[in-house]
Nanobody, 116 residues
Framework: QVQLVESGGGLVQAGGSLRLSCVAS????????MGWYRQAPGKQRELVAR???????IYSDSVKGRFTISRDNAKSTVYLQMNKVRPEDTAVYYC??????????WGQGTQVTVSS
């Protein structure tokens, strides 16, 4: 069973930076999309950023210009560089891989807390 393991979360002051990483426990082939989602207390999980093979990258309006998603297919790894973080970015962040068959893989989540 392939597992996705996130790292890089923690406590950061507003205006600071964090870099999240997500790596698969074994190589995954035919990855169609890699992405990051987040869920704040009392709210639904929402898309943060998504990188779809073929060159399409999607960001939520709330993080556009501050966060950058990148991927390394050879390492089955996706990153999220978070700059100029805000208290409203506080949430549990989850990575997601979608393979060509449509199967989804999810990480266990990493907590990001931004203090004001």
């Amino acid at each position: 069973q392939v597992q996705l393991v996130e790292s890089g979360g923690g406590l950061v002051q507003a205006g600071g930076s964090l870099r999240l990483s997500c790596v698969a426990s074994e190589s995954i082939f035919s990855i169609n999309a890699m992405g990051w989602y987040r869920q704040a207390p009392g709210k639904q999980r929402e898309l943060v950023a998504r990188d779809i093979s073929g060159g399409t990258i999607i960001y939520s309006d709330s993080v556009k210009g501050r966060f950058t998603i990148s991927r390394d297919n050879a390492k089955s790894t996706v990153y999220l560089q978070m700059n100029k973080v805000r208290p409203e970015d506080t949430a549990v962040y989850y990575c997601n891989f979608v393979v060509d068959s449509g199967r989804n893989f999810w990480g266990q989540g990493t907590q990001v807390t931004v203090s004001s």
